[in-house]
């Protein structure tokens, strides 16, 4: 990593059993936050460095002062990122600090100077779509009887009707659907659990998918072969990434004829219309996991009416 001239400091090699990139890497429980993680800390290092091909592991966070981490701080600012995208990274970055104190690489007294970091402030409204009953309808209409089809029909109906995050769904295993209580249990950021709840035609859907699926123990949604079998790892059938699950809307939004729409698209729809019955602001919080009230209150569309 290129970084401003430390006086007497001689840059050692970072074996990969205490390298903080590794080690914070694999403190994080979930799939997604590990993708997502590894390439911030990726992308700062290919900032720092000047070469594209670089990643976050051997690098030397050890050696980040608070002149640097300003300096960084800056420097994604500088790219046009949005303030969350560049907070995401700056997270990324204190994490990957943090693990390099823990492992006796900096002080405490550094560590806290380096980190020292206020987030970036910006105020702006929610990106994306509202998804019409409509095109929900056409988008199930576009999946057929065979097993993709009929696995595709069901994860359409879950995110119009319960507003999970891709990940989330992605993350969803057969053990956490109660079809007694129309239920789904939710493993949000930070891994904090929440139910959500099915509308009955959901319910048929997913059923109609587990029929196809079998009784086995492992992902709710899995990859399908060309030859129409669930993927399985060690006889369990593994969860869809979050690009897969895109891909699937992709696919049947365009073969429905309708304009693409992303898993959030849905999730907005979903809190814009929970608001929209006069649902009060705590309970859609809670059904949608956000952390504070302030964020689902900027999916409100009554004021704009």
């Known amino acids: ?10 840059v050692l090699p ?3 059993a205490r390298d903080p ?24 290092a290919r900032l720092l460095t000047g070469d594209d091909r670089a990643t976050g592991a051997g690098q030397p966070w050890h050696l980040l002062r608070y002149e640097h981490t300003v300096r960084i701080r800056t420097m994604l600012t500088d790219q046009g990122w949005s303030a969350a995208y560049v907070n995401k ?18 002080s405490a007294e550094e560590f806290a100077r380096a980190s020292d970091l206020a987030p970036v ?39 119009y009707s319960t507003g999970c995050r891709r990940a989330e769904l992605g993350g969803l295993a057969l053990a956490d659907y109660d079809p007694g209580a129309r239920s789904l249990r939710v493993r949000g950021k930070r891994d904090k659990e929440r139910l959500v709840y ?25 990859p399908i072969s060309k030859a129409g079998r669930v993927r399985v790892r060690d006889g369990r059938p593994v969860g869809l990434t979050g690009q897969g699950i895109a891909d699937i809307l992709t696919r049947r939004l365009g073969a429905a004829g309708a304009a693409r729409r992303t898993a959030h698209d849905f999730r907005r729809t979903f809190i ?13 919080q809670a059904l949608v996991g956000h952390s504070s009230p302030a964020t689902t209150a900027r999916y409100d569309r009554r004021p704009e009416r």
């Open 121 to 159: 402030r910006q105020s702006r409204l929610p990106t994306g779509h509202h998804v019409p009953p409509e095109v929900v309808g056409a988008a199930l209409s576009a999946c057929d009887d065979s097993p993709a089809g009929v696995r595709d029909a069901a994860l359409i109906a879950v995110l």
């Open 14 to 16: 970072v074996e990969p």
């Open 272 to 284: 814009g219309e929970l608001l929209d019955a006069g649902v009060d602001l705590a309970t859609a």
């Open 1 to 10: 990593m290129s970084l401003p001239a430390v006086p007497d400091v001689a």
């Open 198 to 222: 099915l509308t009955t035609d959901a319910i048929g859907l997913v059923e109609r998918w587990l029929a196809v699926r079998g009784p086995v123990p492992g992902a709710l949604f899995s």
């Open 21 to 44: 990139y590794h080690v914070y890497l694999d403190s994080l429980t979930s799939p997604e936050s590990r993708r997502t993680m590894r390439g911030c800390l990726d992308r700062l």
């Open 89 to 106: 990274h700056l997270v990324a970055l204190r994490r990957v600090l943090k693990e390099a104190w823990r492992l006796g690489q900096t």
